[in-house]
């Protein structure tokens, strides 16, 4: 197995750049479906291989609080530019993920918080995941595509 | 990393000099090349995509960028209706680009939008 060189302090940018060179891209079967508005269609986050590389890797993402960290900034109303970029390079890498592990950081950097925080209160689910082959398999209807009612939320 | 060479300007022998903050600074900084199932076919800095709505993607990034105002382009197979189709990049009061993701529409003729077999887009600006 490829080792992880000594990441703290590198910019997060050149840390993407060696795995991209030194990792396969792996293409993860998981896909996180979820609504975010009542009046719009389901939306689905899909992981992307390289990225998921370097989650199973190790040693090469911040950790997700990072992101919200940034997030909070940028939500700031005099927000014009970033200052804590510094987070993302200079904070210890978190360590290895397995495939699940990682869908759970992704959900929380790219989906909205107030679904997955929240994703099983209320009257029906918000999100879910599943298997690439369990959404419809044509994109016939897309803008229609819903969760459906009868999911029932794990004990 | 391996080594670094730390240099503010590169010269070919015969075609001149060029400052290499053209290089840092005009580098495409996230790109992504995906397909009609919103699969990625490969990319650099992209976390994930969000697969939006027909013909409506939104791709987030692994590295931010400095501030909302980078720059981005983008094209795509238009097999399907000829030269009637653009791309558009969504930037609405209500979608406004942000540091951490960036939205890419295909439309036929600036009206419906449709699902394209390859969707592409390059980044560029400074990160965070």
Known sequence: MTQTPEFKGTHLFDRLCWAKENLEGVQSDYRVVYEDSVDECAKILVPDPNWMACALQGGILPPVWVYHELAKDEAQQAFKKHTRGYLLHQTEPVAAMTEEEAIEYLIMKDCPEAVWKTYNEGNRLKMVVCKKEQLPQTREWRNSWKISDDLQVAA | ?128
């Open chain 2, 1 to 128: 990393m391996a080594g670094k060479i730390i240099a503010d300007q590169i010269q070919h022998s015969t075609a001149g000099y060029l400052d290499t903050q053209y290089v840092v600074n005009g580098s495409a900084k996230a790109w992504i090349h995906q397909d009609d199932n919103a699969d990625i076919r490969d990319s650099l800095n992209i976390a994930s995509l969000t697969d939006v709505a027909v013909g409506k993607s939104e791709n987030n990034f692994s590295t931010n960028f400095s501030s909302a105002y980078y720059s981005s382009g983008g094209t795509h197979n238009t097999y399907a209706v000829g030269n009637n189709m653009f791309t558009a990049f969504e930037q609405t009061e209500t979608h406004c680009p942000s540091t951490s993701s960036k939205s890419i529409d295909a439309c036929y003729n600036g009206s419906s939008f449709v699902d394209q077999s390859t969707l592409v887009q390059q980044c560029f600006g400074d990160l965070a």
